[in-house]
């Protein structure tokens, strides 16, 4: 079983920064892609930022430029460091793994349970 806990969620006025992490662990043979999804509660859930296991990154257009994504191989962990939040920022953000373990031999989606982000304008 894997489980993927994140943390580093709060408030914050807009303009400040907040670091989200996200530490999966378990079973774990392998990690390839990790990322960060938010949802807001009118919204579906969308992509924020994504990291593959080679460093490729990608991100949504509304964070290019604030948020970065970067991850630490050896601690099975991904970060998300954001500036410049805006009130628009406010939402649950979610981080997702795509992990090998020693039981199933595949890459499986993984989710974390969330963390809160609210900023004040």
């Known amino acids: 079983q894997v489980q993927l806990v994140e943390s580093g969620g709060g408030l914050v006025q807009a303009g400040g920064s907040l670091r989200l992490s996200c530490a999966a662990s378990?079973?774990?043979?392998?990690?390839?892609?990790m990322g960060w999804y938010r949802q807001d509660p009118v919204k579906q859930r969308d992509l924020v930022a994504t990291?593959?296991?080679?460093?490729?990154?990608n991100y949504a257009d509304s964070v290019k430029g604030r948020f970065t994504i970067s991850r630490d191989t050896a601690k099975n962990t991904v970060y998300l460091q954001m500036s410049s939040l805006k009130a628009e920022d406010t939402a649950v953000y979610y981080c997702?793994?795509?992990?090998?373990?020693?039981?199933?031999?595949?890459?499986?989606?993984?989710w974390g349970r969330g963390t809160q982000v609210t900023v004040s304008a």
């Open positions: 990291t593959t296991s080679g460093g490729r990154t």
């Open positions: 378990g079973s774990i043979v392998s990690i390839g892609v």
């Open positions: 997702k793994a795509a992990v090998m373990t020693w039981d199933y031999r595949l890459y499986v989606d993984y």
